[in-house]
């Protein structure tokens, strides 16, 4: 069983729409939780971080963390077109060790 | 930008010799994490440095070594060189105050193993 799992998509919105991502995580004693978002060709860049159950909003994006079944979500409000790229869910355990899932391609259509 | 630097941006190397990637942490960080990045893959653990000390080490086997030094900057050294060490190699730094909550990565040396 892999430590993190997503669909690797590809997911494909319409511009203004909600994209809605997903992610679950196999170790019950993960602590925190990471979106990153990776353009192609280039590095992962942070978006956000969750470590208590419930939602975490920052401006367009919200972060949902449900430790009982293992679930965080990201949602992606009034989606445009610079955010399509590979979004790369990461849960870090304990030992300081960090495990990504294989990511989520996302396109917004025009 | 994240105040992250990596070399080099790219390599190659034939099976069985040794390669040194460098990483520089973004300024006031002491952390650094290293990972490996198959094509279409998410970034695997390799190990993470704290104050010269390893602190952490995912399922890599000891070809993969590091170091970390007082400017906090590292290196991580494969020995024995095998294609599928072909990847993208990326680091995170961090900062103990914010412990382990937020990795900055630098843009990564992508490594071809011929």
């Known amino acids: 069983q892999k430590e993190v799992e997503q669909n690797s998509g590809p997911l494909s919105v319409p511009e203004g729409a909600i994209a809605s991502l997903n992610c679950t995580y196999s170790?019950?004693?993960?602590?925190?939780f990471f979106w990153y978002r990776q353009y192609s060709g280039k590095s992962p860049e942070l978006i956000m971080f969750?470590?208590?159950?419930g939602d975490k909003e920052d401006g367009r994006f919200t972060a949902q963390l449900n430790k009982a079944s293992q679930y965080v979500s990201l949602l992606i409000r009034d989606s445009q077109p610079s955010d399509s790229a590979t979004y790369l869910c990461?849960?870090?355990?304990?030992?300081?060790?960090?495990?990504f899932g294989t990511g989520t391609s996302l396109t917004v259509i025009p | 930008e994240t105040g992250v630097t990596q070399s080099p941006t790219h390599l190659i190397k034939t099976r069985g010799q040794q390669v040194t990637l460098r990483c520089s942490s973004q300024s006031g960080h002491n952390t650094v994490s290293w990972y490996q990045q198959a094509l279409g893959q998410g970034p695997q653990f390799i190990f993470q440095?704290?104050?010269?000390?390893?602190?952490g080490r995912g399922n890599f086997p000891p070809r993969f070594s590091g170091l970390q030094f007082p400017n906090y900057s590292s290196e991580l050294n494969v020995n024995a060189l095998e294609l599928d060490d072909s990847a993208l190699y990326l680091c995170?730094?961090?900062?103990?105050?914010?412990?382990?909550?937020?990795?900055?990565f630098g843009p990564g040396t992508r490594l071809l193993v011929l």
């Open positions: 990461a849960v870090k355990k304990s030992g300081n060790q960090f495990y």
């Open positions: 440095y704290y104050r010269e000390e390893e602190n």
């Open positions: 170790d019950r004693g993960s602590q925190s």
């Open positions: 969750i470590y208590s159950n």
């Open positions: 995170a730094s961090s900062s103990a105050r914010d412990f382990q909550e937020t990795q900055y």
